[in-house]
């Protein structure tokens, strides 16, 4: 079974600043996609960003970067120079068959 | 990117009766669609896979006749929460895989039964 897990109910951050999102995965599969949503008020689910198993490099998008450390099964999201429209919820995601299992989430706030 | 169209966005209704929500592909065409429920300050888990064509695979406790998915082309599924009752109150959200390293969602219908 797989099975994600986000240890941060919530976390604060000061505008401008970088901030890194916990997330650690557990499976038995080979081959597997880890993927970051955010999740403003509305509940609309924002892709961020999919590392797959296999990638050697670590996934960028713009200010959001996956720190992907396959030995520890852990892919942790960084968002840098971060700003107030940046809160919200994130969920790390593991994609399984062709579904998605969530993690917990955590709730970003950025202050001025 | 790829747009998952969800619709109504909010609904409320009785309680006793049925309520259809749609879920559209609008540039790709989709076989398979997923449909998630979130209830407050919860993440979302999985409730049902939609296949076109053939039976909704179901997740364990998800009661099949009270959450009726059909697939009937590959750009629509709808979820129907059949004789809604309050605790069926959530935020249900569909989506659908356009390829290995997208998953596409729809923008989640708040469902409130009074």
């Known amino acids: 079974a797989q099975k994600i897990t986000q240890t941060q109910p919530g976390m604060f951050v000061q505008e401008k600043e970088a901030v890194t999102l916990d997330c650690t995965y557990d499976t038995s599969d080979p081959s597997y996609g880890l993927f970051w949503y955010k999740q403003p008020s509305s509940g609309e689910m924002i892709f961020l960003i999919y590392q797959g198993s296999y990638d050697q490099q670590n996934a960028t998008e713009g200010r959001y970067s996956l720190n992907f450390q396959k030995a520890r099964k852990s892919a942790n999201l960084v968002i840098s120079a971060s700003q107030l429209g940046d809160s919200a919820m994130y969920f790390c995601?593991?994609?399984?068959?062709?579904?998605?299992?969530f993690g917990s989430g955590t709730r970003l706030q950025v202050q001025p | 990117g790829a747009v998952v169209s969800q619709h109504p966005s909010r609904v409320i209704c009785k309680s006793g009766t049925s309520v259809k929500i749609e879920c559209r592909s609008l540039?790709?065409?989709?076989?398979?669609m997923f449909w998630y429920r979130q209830f407050p300050k919860q993440s979302l888990m999985l409730m049902a896979t939609?296949?076109?064509?053939?039976?909704?695979?179901?997740e364990q406790g998800v009661e099949k006749d009270k959450f009726l998915i059909n697939h009937a082309s590959l750009t629509l599924s709808t979820l129907t929460v059949t004789s809604a009752h309050p605790e069926d109150s959530s935020f249900y959200i569909c989506s659908a895989r356009g390829g290995v390293t997208e998953a596409f969602f729809g923008q989640g219908t708040r469902l409130t039964v009074v």
């Open positions: 939609s296949n076109e064509g053939s039976k909704a695979t179901y």
């Open positions: 540039d790709f065409q989709a076989t398979t």
């Open positions: 995601a593991m994609r399984r068959a062709r579904a998605l299992t």
